[in-house]
């Protein structure tokens, strides 16, 4: 069982924070465990937490650092589905199949709390946010999918490193982070080569929307940036980002 959710920052960003219950509160008040969380687990750099049609029996918590789920097209390319970051839930996408459909690896050490479904279902149907937010994060994938269809580079990267800065900080949106993951697996996710991805953070960098050094990034116009986003900033030639 891991630590109370008011021991750590992100706990409290967690849907299931309410639920959780420390050792210490256990032995000091007779209460039973935490109603949702199974076990509390760590995970190095590289360490895999899930692979294709493994059956599925949890959805977990991410506590701290970054994981990646993918899948390997037959040609050995890469395609990341999502990144999950602090407070944010991962494994909902198994539970049409029964399996999961996805390699989950952690991009850094990573801390997660594992929750049985079936703890999660009796959750589920007494906790309205507990609804409200998992329709959310269903809606969002499907939205994710169709704007990377229809949209340019620039749009692409933009619209991520927007949401980025709310998604790592979500308490208090930050524009100056360090991302945490490689430019490679930002262009396997917004379906881009890594050379797109330099060249877009470039011409970004030479807009003066964005500071890069090394893998802090500052968004110095935040604004100008979700209207790249939109397709709607056009530079003083009228041209758009180019």
Known sequence: MHSSATSNPTCNLCLFAPFCTSEEEIL???RQASLAVKQYRKLNRNEVLCLPNNKFQNLY??????????????????????????????GY?????????????????????EIPYANFLKLLHSKPALQRRILYLISRQLNIGSYLVSTTAEQRLAAFLI?????????????AFLLPMSRQDIGNYLRLSAETISRVFSRLQKNKMILIDHKKINLLQPDKLKQVADGLWTSNKGNTVK
């Open 28 to 30: 000091h008040t007779g």
């Open 61 to 90: 918590a991410i506590q701290k650092g970054t994981l990646k789920t993918y899948q390997v097209e037959a040609d050995g390319r890469e395609l990341i589905r999502e990144f999950y970051f602090a407070g944010e839930i991962l």
């Open 93 to 113: 996408e198994a539970i049409y199949t029964g399996h999961y459909p996805f390699s989950a690896v952690a991009i850094s050490e990573t801390l997660i709390c």
């Open 163 to 175: 949401e980025l800065a709310t998604r790592l900080h979500p308490a208090e949106t930050r524009y």
